[in-house]
């Protein structure tokens, strides 16, 4: 585009003819090039008769004048002929035209005056042009916000930017999208424009006016015309200026300016024919959903539309799908079409959720139920929610029933969740129903649990999950000493958001959790990220977390803080045998605060599930476990002495973790007591350890340590405790980093190098062989050996190990 003042004649290094759309400033460019001239000017108006033409012409050629036509496609044939017959003369000549031309005639005269000179093509300004625009409107030193603003809803067209830049000047709204802030004088404008076209295409246009993204097939649709009305009023739209150069939909302050003048009942149909067309269109309903929010389209069919995308989004999205249940309903859904579908999303983000009076289909109201009352800890009542609901509750009954010890119920529920077609229970509730019924074994859980979580990763089940498998099978895990098996669980949880954002949130917790009981307290603070508010249940997940960190670190301020913040939720006694490890934190924690006033309610609930369930041994050697540690912070003497004998006799029918239990309570009612074995000391605290209970066997080591009368013993357990803890709390600057190893790690590689046996290095260090097997396998994945001679190298070369 050339500059203001540089023509002084039409002529080959002028502009001679100016094309673009209307409102592109097409007059305003040819009165800025006519000012410029210093020669005189003739203007042609047309249409014109054939005789008031001549008269023009004849006096600019006497005068040797510049003919100027503006809107040169708005004359007849006979007049181009004319004209062009002139220009062939020698007669000086600047006209401006649309882009298209549908005359022979028109087209002579362009290319005949462009032959002359240069032609200008305008296109939508750019942010220095609409600077300009806003500018001469009496804007000073306008913004860039302003200028932007203006460029967006004007779609660059410079007599619609003018139009807004006048409205700012006036202190109104100058993007005139938002209905009722349009400027009168575009108003207007659009007015005059709409008044030249047809009926169908007016159709099209109040269609287009809605800003959507749709094929041209729905717009015909919509507006009731053919395919071919439509591309030839898309047409006609973009040289009227309505639709900007280079694209296909209308500019946004038009479409404003459009819809402003429709009544409220013409754009309600408007918009109903426009959401049944979509609808009609076979679209998917999310994607019809958005176009149709996009143009704030309220009507009933939209409601529907939007209702349905809520309904597809909840149980992958519930956070979008709760905004698309509020949009339903403010185009005018019942409020109790949507309730059920509204609180099964608003469950899964762990928003409030009350039922009362909410209907809809029976088995989705139980599961949803469930689901709420297991978030608040009371799996019992999540039980009777879904005592006779159809599939897919009886899967999830078998686990509310497990949950509160009632093994032959969830037996019956898995049953029932087997008989049932199988095409209604998705395969993750399956596997999780069959890993409930088998509650008397853990170890054997824990393979099904394993399974549906990896099938709930596969294909996420419809339903809202009163837990996750990722969730349960972690709990199930850490209770087993599988600590990696919990950790995988819930890292490929949180990966694949199952459960939404509360379970996410969960996963979390459970994460760090995990870890703390592991003694890895870094990387448990780690994971302590911020997240949603937390449910009942979650709240003494976190409270125990707490509780625990601070019980290891000896801060009783802050044990004192987490018991005070979780104390009226223990006081509610929702207990479950999944929370086992959660409850025996808090526990613990009352013991140590001398608040077991309060916490034995919670382990006669415990007690009585535990007998309800057949009092399966890994379960009763979990509880004894607790009540254990329990005599321990009140060096309870006589009571760690009996519980000790019981746990112990348990433990000789589970696992290996409940075997080191077992063996570690005998030995703590012993040092209770007084009575300090070094070497049975240190070999039960190797096994703890070797079970990923660290801090435990740390601390079963040191108190004997204190209460042995040989000093040289006490030094050496009081060293092996330090080295237990160092070996799994990574907390210090130098613990757990790749390739540092620690004090005690450096005394057994250098044994290891000397060419000593695992029973050798342990008789010496007072651990087990198996904790000695633990240390240098986590040396070896420290210094990332793979082989024992890399092992070996590696040692050779690590600081200190070699004097």
Known sequence: MQAQGQMTNPGADATTVIVGVDGAGR?????????ALDRPVRWVALPSSDADLDLVLTDARAAGAVVIVDDAHHGQPSSWRALAEAARAGQAMLIARRPVIRAAELADLDQVVAAAGMVDQLGPLDAAGVAAVVTEAGVLEPDEDTIEEIRTASGGMAAVAASLATAT??????TATSRGSVPAALRARVQRRLAGLPADGTAVTQV????????????????????????DTSNVLQELGMIAPGSASVIPAVAAAILTDLPVVVRRQLQDRVATALLDSGADPLLVSVQLRRARVQTPTAAVAYTHAADHLRFRDPGAAVSWYDAAVEAGAQPAAVDLGRAEAATQLGIPVDLTGVSGDPARLAIVGAAIAAQQGRWDRAAEALADADQPGAALAAVAWAATGQPERAGHAARRARTKPSGRTPEALARLAEAAAGLAKPEAMLPLLIESAEAAQRTPPDVVLPDSPHALGALVAGLTGDVSTAERLLLAGLAAGVGGPVTAHRHQLLLAFTRMRAGRYDSAAAELAPGPDPTARDQLLAAALAAGMARR?????????????????????????FAIEVLEELVVTAARLRQMVRARPVMDVLDDVVARAGDPPTWVVAVGWIRVQVAVALEDAATAATVATELATAATLAGPRQRAQGAAALAWADVLAGKVDVDRVCSVAGDLATNQLPWDASRLVGQAAIRTTDATAARRMLEHARGLSAAEVGGGEQ???????????????RMVLEGRTQREIGSQLYLSPKTVEHHVARMRTKLDASSRA????????????VA
Request: hydrophobic fraction near 50%; charged fraction near 25%; charge should be positive.
């Open 208 to 231: 287009l006016a809605l800003l959507l993204d749709v094929p041209d097939s729905v717009v015909a649709r919509a507006a009731g015309v053919t395919l071919a009305t439509v591309a």
């Open 553 to 577: 670190s000896g801060d009783v301020a802050r044990m004192r803080e987490a018991w005070n913040g979780v104390e009226a939720q223990l006081a509610r006694r929702a207990v479950d045998l």
């Open 790 to 801: 890399e092992f070996l190298a590696a040692l050779r070369k690590h600081p200190g190990v």
């Open 735 to 749: 613990r757990g980093r790749a390739g540092v190893l620690s004090e005690r790690e450096i005394t057994v590689g």
């Open 169 to 174: 000047s006036g202190g109104s709204i100058a």
């Open 27 to 35: 007059s305003r460019r040819i009165r800025d090039l006519a000012a």
